[in-house]
């Protein structure tokens, strides 16, 4: 596992059934190019997040396959749709096998 | 990414190699990664919009937006980057809409394009020209 | 057009007249609901610089990048608070204690880093804040310190500045301060380097002009611990001051060391009345 990953995720608290909320999340991780080279003249391996998910309820929100030419620190923002109260889960996928996830609640009313 | 001013050189570098590759070599590239895609479909002009600035402050960090009306998914590709391949969008059934923005990196000045498979099966492509500038102060 | 005391290679470097080059008149205002002060009257000890308001680094910046603070989530920055929240509630040190163990909350810390750096009474010196997160590790907690200008000191310097985002910066130059402030004043007109620039040359003389593609802003530090874009990471006041200095094709002085730490009041005391915004963020 990277050092230091830590995932943050904005959803609003509450939506009315049918909403259209945006949701905004962002992971701090260091995103080795594997383009790059260290002191010695060594190539740094790549080491990257490579796949971002999405869902709620068990439903797909977004994938997103990520390349290494996504900033360090990777940050998405997208809309999705909220049918009925329940839980987002989100997950990123490492290189390194690792996977990192958060959830958020939200209510209907 | 701590990029030190050798390393952005060197970056940079990398990016003016393939900038000096016969045209046709690069192009193949990314027109490979594009037929890949699409299966060799035809693009059309419209559809799909990419919002990315005109001059980014400093290519480790360039906000770009992606949107394509009932979209299924949407590719965005570098052109002059080492590594043509930025991301790809899939958006799921509970998709709001067909729209996602993030944040890349850009090697130097550069076409950014954007494909988007539509619901239809058909699909769609745009570009954009950022201008990455190079700071005064270590770069 | 400020175009005074360039030296050649300067002026090679510093291309005038660039139709973008002026600070824009944005505001800044964070979440929606915190007005920030970016832009104000220049504290009375800078008569005589030819700069009669002040402006936040912020004002230098693209649209693009500007964005980036005005939203607590899209601020990169904010990471590494989260962060430095747990540092906070981390016991370390033969002591036993975290900070939050005499400290309680992080809110207590409220009006800190608009007064820093700041007269030691006991310690009889000038100590900037880090000297003083240090000073409690190794003092009352019995920890080791955290190195001058480390990911962990910024983390703790940025969950230390938010808590007084938006408060002016009002830092002390006169009584026991007044000899390393004077100290710092010196530094900010001296060239160095082969360069042979100063402070002054790009920040007092130049700001609003482009030093090749980069907009030249006053040299703020109100904005410290910043956010990057070049580098991804939270960078501290002395690690700043340093690349500066590096600039001019000088040996730096000592991150946390005297010639930093009287710079650092002095370039801190010519935002005196802007908004404390750390973590900012800039390119």
């Known amino acids: 596992m990277a050092k230091g990953v830590r995932p943050r995720v904005k959803v609003p608290k509450s939506a009315s059934a049918g909403d259209v909320i945006t949701i905004k999340c962002l992971i701090s991780h260091q995103m080795e190019s594997g383009q790059r080279k260290d002191k010695e003249g060594n190539v740094i391996p790549r080491s990257i997040i490579n796949n971002f998910t999405c869902s709620f309820n068990g439903e797909t929100v977004i994938n997103v396959k990520m390349e290494p030419a996504i900033s360090t620190n990777p940050y998405f ?17 490492d290189d390194d096998g690792s996977t990192y996830t958060d959830t958020q609640a939200i209510s209907v009313g | ?22 045209m046709p070599a690069m192009a193949s ?17 419209s559809g799909v919009d990419l919002i990315a600035p005109e001059i980014a402050e400093n290519g480790n960090t360039v906000p770009i937006e992606v949107s394509a009306e009932g979209a299924a998914s949407i590719m965005v590709l ?25 944040r890349i990196r850009l090697a130097g000045t550069q076409d950014v394009i954007a494909v988007a498979k539509m619901a239809d099966g058909s699909f769609a492509r745009t570009s954009k020209n950022v201008k990455v500038t190079i700071g005064g102060c270590g770069g | 057009m400020k175009f005074k005391a360039l030296t050649a290679i300067a002026a090679l470097m510093i291309a005038p007249g660039v139709a973008f ?3 824009d008149d944005d505001t800044l205002v964070i979440n929606g609901e915190t007005e920030m002060v970016t832009k104000t009257a220049a504290p009375a000890h800078m008569e005589g610089t030819g700069i009669d308001t002040i402006m936040s680094g912020w004002h230098f910046r693209s649209d693009e990048t500007q964005a980036l603070e005005t939203d607590d989530f899209d601020n990169p920055g904010m990471i ?5 929240r747990e540092q906070w509630n981390t016991v370390e040190g033969e002591a036993g204690k975290s900070c939050a163990s005499c400290h309680e909350g992080p809110e207590s810390m409220e009006g800190v880093r608009a007064v820093y750096p700041k007269w030691n009474e006991d310690a009889g010196e000038v100590r900037t804040l880090a000297h003083q997160i240090n000073a409690c590790r190794t003092e009352n907690m019995k920890a080791d310190p955290y190195k001058y200008t480390s990911g962990q000191m910024a983390n703790m310097e940025a969950l230390i500045s938010l808590q007084s985002r938006g408060m002016p910066v009002n830092v002390a130059i006169d009584g026991p301060a007044a000899e390393t402030w004077e100290q710092g004043k010196e530094l900010y007109y001296t060239r160095t380097g082969q360069l042979e620039l100063s402070c002054a040359n790009c920040h007092e003389d130049n700001y609003g002009n482009m030093i090749r593609a980069d907009h030249l802003s006053q040299g703020q530090i109100n904005g410290f611990p910043t956010y990057r874009l ?4 939270l960078n501290t006041v002395h690690a700043r001051f340093k690349g500066c200095v590096r600039d001019t094709r000088a040996e730096t002085f000592k991150p946390g060391g005297p010639e930093f730490i009287a710079l650092e009041l002095y370039v801190a005391s010519r935002g005196n009345g802007l908004s404390v915004e750390g973590p900012s963020v800039r390119n």
């Open chain 1, 77 to 93: 923002e997208f809309d999705a749709k909220v049918p009925e109260a329940g839980e987002f889960e989100f997950v990123w996928d």
């Open chain 2, 1 to 22: 990414m701590d990029l030190t001013r050798r390393e952005t050189l060197a970056v940079g570098g990398a990016a003016l190699v393939v900038a000096a590759l016969p």
């Open chain 2, 29 to 45: 590239a990314v027109d490979d990664l594009i037929n890949e895609f699409t299966g060799g479909a035809d693009l059309a002009d």
């Open chain 2, 78 to 102: 570098a052109a002059g980057n080492p590594t043509p391949p930025v991301a790809t969008f899939n958006f799921g059934p509970l998709a709001g809409e067909s729209r996602a923005k993030t």
């Open chain 3, 21 to 23: 080059a002026e600070p």
């Open chain 3, 80 to 84: 590494f608070v989260d962060a430095g």
């Open chain 3, 230 to 233: 070049k580098n991804a990471k």
